[in-house]
């Protein structure tokens, strides 16, 4: 019975970097992920002149709630959104000017919600080339706060940027949204500034945070869910067993609730206080899944798709377009160069049963974490399959293959 060890999540690292930045003392993470977006964050931390110590079980970071040390600072988020648009949003809380660049992939992926929900907040905000993209540059004065609304139907990031920032502003703030995807993360947000002793409100469509600053804190960061979901659906697939230790009852990720898909689907699920394990019963149906949620969990759905019994439809996930790549596309794009008959709407992807099996292909990865480790999933059933830039796993998981490796031994594939 394999037992994976799925390295920490890339969303509470880079939550945990920000509020241990922002803290009033020393703050211990344990367990971050090591990875390109998260050592991204780190390093930019870093060029913002915070002192983040790296040890490979756990970083030390002084906080400074005054903000950035720097009073000049060029940072590349490199391909990390939560880098992207989580740091100049600290930096506002600083005194100085501070220029924010990423790779060109995330230089096209939108910002502007959050530009102008910050630009409403006094922040004084240039975009150097495209309005709403980076590169940017903020002239950072400190944040004074209030009311702003914001439109979080593109990503829910804006609105995590915004509540990390409102301890650090002088009067908190009151934060209206019109809409919002991906709420867990919000959850996420929301569960780690209370473990750094702020506590939000939220009133229907409002968010309210007070003023007063993060406490320094010792954190313990669980393994990532997205992750460990290419592990359970790999059980799934193959009527194997795979146990994730230290994500189970109480995880703070909604991407947990991926199982709750291969549950529907057929296979054995149970989510104990200690872990959550995966049975595959050899039988997979389709089914007509929203994934608004979960969205970095839909090309994993989607790379396992060929294999139900019946039609798997994904609906809501427009915003999967303006990720590392156009995920619908991608995925729509991949499967049926392995044979798979598919379709794609605006916001969904529907894969039917084929008459034939799939034959092996190189799988076009866009760059793009996600298509690798998804497809890695189909592989283990359809031979001949690879990738055309396996390395992009990076972003999130660097030894992904290996691990994925030892994963196929273990279960005989
Ligand atoms: O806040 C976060 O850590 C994340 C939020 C989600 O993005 P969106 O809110 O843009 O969907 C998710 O896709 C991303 O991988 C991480
Ligand atoms: C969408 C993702 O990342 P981000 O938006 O944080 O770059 C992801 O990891 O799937």
């Known amino acids: 019975m394999p037992v ?27 367990r971050p992920l090591r990875s390109d977006d998260t050592e991204g964050f780190a390093e ?35 391909d990390g959104a939560t880098t992207a648009r989580f740091l100049p949003t600290l930096a506002a809380t600083g005194h100085g000017t501070y220029r924010f660049d990423a790779s060109a992939q995330m230089r096209r992926r939108p910002l502007l919600p959050l530009t102008r929900a910050l630009r409403d907040l006094g922040v004084d905000l240039r975009h150097e080339e495209a309005e709403g993209h980076h ?147 050899g039988e997979l149906q389709g089914l007509k899944v929203n994934m608004r949620d979960i969205s970095d969990t839909m090309p994993t759905l989607a790379a396992i798709a060929p294999f139900a019994s019946g039609p798997v439809r994904i609906e809501d996930v427009a915003n999967t377009r303006v990720k590392e790549c156009d995920r619908l ?28 099996p799939l034959s092996g292909a190189e799988i076009k990865s866009y760059g793009d974490h996600r298509i690798v480790m998804s497809f890695a999933v189909t592989g283990l059933r359809v031979p001949g399959i690879s990738f055309d830039e396996p390395g992009c796993v990076r972003k999130t998981f660097p030894g992904f293959h290996e691990a994925f490796a030892e994963l196929r031994r273990d279960i005989g594939r």
């Open 4 to 30: 994976v060890d799925i390295p920490g999540s890339k969303s509470i690292t880079a939550r945990a970097l920000f509020l241990a930045a922002a803290a009033d003392g020393v703050t211990t993470l344990l």
């Open 135 to 281: 590169p940017l540059t903020v002239e950072a004065a400190g944040v004074e706060g209030g009311e702003v609304t914001l439109d979080a139907g593109q990503s829910s990031q804006y609105l995590t940027a915004l509540l990390l920032l409102g301890p650090l502003t002088r009067k908190g703030l009151r934060i209206k949204v019109t809409d919002l995807v991906s709420v867990p993360y919000v959850e996420i947000t929301i569960a780690m500034m209370r473990a750094f002793g702020v506590e939000v409100r939220r009133e229907g469509d409002v968010f309210l945070v007070p003023p007063g600053g993060y406490r320094a804190t010792t954190y313990a960061i669980e393994p990532d869910a997205s992750t460990a979901g290419y592990f359970f659906a790999a059980a799934a697939v193959t009527g194997g067993e795979v146990t994730v230790p230290g994500l189970g009852e109480g995880a703070l990720q909604g991407d947990l609730g991926f199982v709750e898909v291969l549950r529907r689907m057929g296979a054995h699920v149970e989510i104990g206080a200690a872990g959550t394990t995966v049975r595959g019963t």
């Open 329 to 356: 596309e991608a995925c729509a794009e991949n499967l049926r160069r392995l044979g798979a008959e598919v379709a794609t709407g605006p916001d969904w992807v529907e894969i039917r049963p084929g008459a034939a």
């Open 44 to 78: 930019g931390l870093a060029r913002l002149g915070y002192r983040v110590g790296r040890t490979p079980g756990a970083w030390r970071i002084d906080g400074r709630p005054q903000g950035p040390a720097a009073t000049e600072a060029d940072v590349y988020c490199r």
